[in-house]
């Protein structure tokens, strides 16, 4: 009844193949080259006069989810579910040409996890089922579930916004410190990194500020003047341009910007730095995250936003005269002797203010999410894109507490 | 025993006598990196059943011939065949074919971070779109459990296991499939020698028990010479020895003698209980 357990030189590329396999040509290359499985039940078998399940072909994963044969699997699921009596059927694998671990799995599986009591196999394949029988039933524990509704969850979120505002105050905390010895001792500081860090963020996002400051600066201009055309008031296009530019479109759409590119790639280099183990290297050194990586692009960005806000409104207001004179025919000449007159000074002052604060604020929340990104990918992707909505959002509350502050003066 | 055949070129080119399968077969490759020649007129045969080791000095380009096997990187010229088929010049379909057909082991494990480990090992399985959930939840357990790791392990993510374990899972996951070629770079950097030896020992075992083709780049001599069937020594941009562990190391050149012959040659050759290749 059991095959030959020599293996012969024909077993071209399968394992413990080839009982019945002819031997192909051996420069035959290495496809398909395996028979499919089958498996066959009948009620009474005319030898053995009892229930019979004969398996035969190759019952290796390759052949069991060929593409080439769909519904396999299924079929033999099937014909296994229909087996009334594992203990009573007499199971035939010595047809079997070669198995796998997951064919043998299969099987294991339709026997309820254990060994049925007549069983034929060749010798070969019988190391496959002595290690599910020696491996037993593997349990995997159900994995806690947390539903967003229950109230430890809701505790949780708390907690965790919590933590966030308190590692947000401590970071801050930090940088002061930080900030206290650079006064100190100015001449140790890391103004490699700063002037590095001010090319990055203020240098390379000059173009993108100007295409979109000119942009809006036109659309703006054009709207404007429609509007203010039906009520004669083609004078007043400086003051509501100049006055919306300077005083708070400049600086918002710089600081959006800004925080779309710098404050991603911050958060971004941190995770890294952090996945890479980097961090943890600096540390060991001595050198300290706040000084050298930190507080560079707080100061970095404070420095740069504002040279990029004087730089947008340039190119709003020049988006903007173009506009009028082609609408209003109002000439540039006009436009830049009125503009001082229509918006006080200290409007360009509160726009460099707001860039300071911005740059500033768009770097420590940049950095606080990127000390915060655990050492896996999906944290990395995560904690990018919250650095990012944070530090819009955080720049339009910065944005309406300067309005409220600033509400008597300018006008 | 197996009959040595010196070939002028490469140095003891070991061939069965009942001229075996050949699974991989690379054929005058080079490659060149910018103005950095890394291969020239490579040859190498590796035939089903074996455990070949691929050793060389840092920089001799072991990892990136492993990912020529691969279809990783594409050599200047020459060809890899892989089970007969030239992989550089093989359909989208048929390569998608052989690449179920074989498992890789990377240096770093290389495990999806974002995945637990049980759906690390899980992740090749569900790719084939047709096994039932149970069964590739019983298959992967049995995967990982012969890799050494406990179900109590299977919910961990990659990030919270250590070096050895990482490897673990590598393993199994690179066996999802039930490959009949398995790469392994540098498969016992890093694990403390315990670690080494069972890693060792389900290697030997898997090889007996699923006909497995292995290819390894390693430096860990013990490992070398405890499992490798043949040895292929790369140095002078091509492959100057490829013969039984016990042959290459009475072949004369610079880097073998200093690689093999140097202390802890001496002490791994001695300390193995039967020479290799001789069973």
């Known amino acids: ?411 | 025993m197996l009959p040595d055949i010196d070939h002028s070129m490469t140095a003891c080119t070991d061939e069965h006598a009942d001229n075996p399968q050949t699974i991989i077969e690379i054929d005058h490759l080079s490659t060149r990196f910018g103005e950095v020649v890394v291969h020239e007129n490579l040859s190498l045969k590796i035939n089903q059943g074996e455990i070949v080791s691929l050793v060389g000095g840092s920089g001799s380009g072991k990892t990136v011939l492993l990912r020529q096997m691969l279809g990783l990187n594409q050599p200047a010229s020459g060809s890899v065949r892989v089970f007969g088929e030239d992989i550089n010049r093989i359909d989208a379909e048929h390569l998608q074919q052989l690449r179920n057909r074989w498992g890789m082991l990377f240096q770093q494990g290389a495990l999806f971070s974002a995945l637990t480990v049980f759906d690390n090992v899980a992740q090749p399985m569900r790719e084939l779109r047709v096994l039932p959930k149970q069964l590739i939840r019983d298959a992967a357990l049995l995967k990982l459990q012969m890799a050494g790791i406990g179900p109590e392990h299977a919910l961990k993510m990659p990030a919270d296991l250590s070096g050895g374990m990482i490897k673990r899972v590598a393993l199994a996951r690179a066996l999802a499939l039930e490959p009949e070629l398995l790469f392994l770079d540098e498969p016992t950097a890093g694990l403390d020698p315990n670690a080494s030896e069972s890693f060792v020992n389900l290697i030997r075992e898997l090889r007996d028990e699923l006909h497995l083709t292995v290819v390894m780049v390693t430096h860990d001599l013990d490992t070398l010479f405890a499992l490798s069937s043949r040895v292929a020594v790369l140095a002078d941009k091509h492959i100057i020895a490829y013969c039984r562990p016990d042959k290459v190391v009475e072949f004369k050149h610079p880097f073998i003698e200093t690689f093999f012959r140097g202390e802890r040659g001496q002490r791994a050759f001695e300390a193995l209980p039967e020479k290799p290749g001789q069973n």
């Open chain 1, 1 to 411: 009844m059991l095959a030959p357990t020599k293996l012969m030189p024909a077993q071209i590329c399968g394992r413990s193949a080839g009982v019945t396999q002819i031997p192909f040509s051996l420069t035959l290359a290495c496809m398909h080259t395996y028979a499919s499985p089958t498996l066959s039940y009948t009620q009474q078998d005319a030898q053995t006069n009892q229930a019979t399940v004969i398996a035969a072909g190759s019952w290796q994963v390759r052949a069991l989810a060929d593409p080439a044969h769909p519904g396999t699997l299924e079929k033999i699921s099937a014909t296994l579910r229909s087996v009334p009596k594992v203990d009573e059927t007499h199971w035939n694998l010595s047809q079997v040409e070669a198995l796998d671990y997951i064919g043998a799995q299969l099987l294991w599986n339709a026997w309820g996890k254990k060994r049925p009591a007549q069983l034929t196999l060749t010798p070969q394949h019988e190391t496959f089922f002595r290690r599910l029988e020696d491996t037993g039933t593997l349990q995997l524990k159900k994995p806690p579930q947390h539903r967003w509704y229950t109230l430890s969850a809701y505790l949780q979120f708390k907690l965790r916004m919590a933590d966030h505002m308190l590692g947000f105050i401590t970071l801050i905390g930090q940088l002061v410190m930080d900030l206290g010895r650079f006064l100190r001792q100015p001449q140790r500081g890391p103004w490699k990194e700063i002037s590095a860090n001010i090319f990055h963020t203020g240098y390379q996002a000059l173009g993108i500020t100007a295409l979109v400051g000119f942009l809006i600066g036109v659309v703006l201009s054009y709207l404007s003047a429609q509007q203010l055309h039906q009520f004669g008031g083609d004078i007043f296009l400086v003051n509501i341009l100049g006055m919306s530019v300077i005083r708070e479109l400049g600086p918002l759409l710089a600081a959006i910007l800004v925080a779309g590119r710098s404050g991603s790639s911050i958060t971004a280099q941190l995770g890294v730095m952090r996945v890479t183990e980097e961090l943890d290297a600096m540390l060991v050194m001595g050198l300290p995250h706040g000084y050298r990586l930190i507080m560079p692009k707080v100061i970095a960005l404070a420095i740069s936003m504002p040279l990029l806000v004087v730089w947008t409104d340039a190119m709003a207001l020049l988006g903007g005269m173009v506009a009028a004179s082609a609408e209003l025919g109002l000439s540039f000449k006009y436009f830049i002797r009125e503009l001082p007159d229509a918006v006080p000074l200290s409007n360009y002052w509160i726009g460099l203010g707001k860039g300071v604060v911005f740059g500033s604020l768009i770097a420590l929340v940049a950095c606080h999410f990127g000390l915060r990104i655990k050492p896996n990918t999906e944290s990395l992707g995560a904690g990018t894109t919250i650095s990012v909505v944070t530090a819009i959002t955080v720049v339009i509350l910065a944005d309406a507490v300067f309005a409220i502050v600033f509400r008597g003066v300018g006008f």
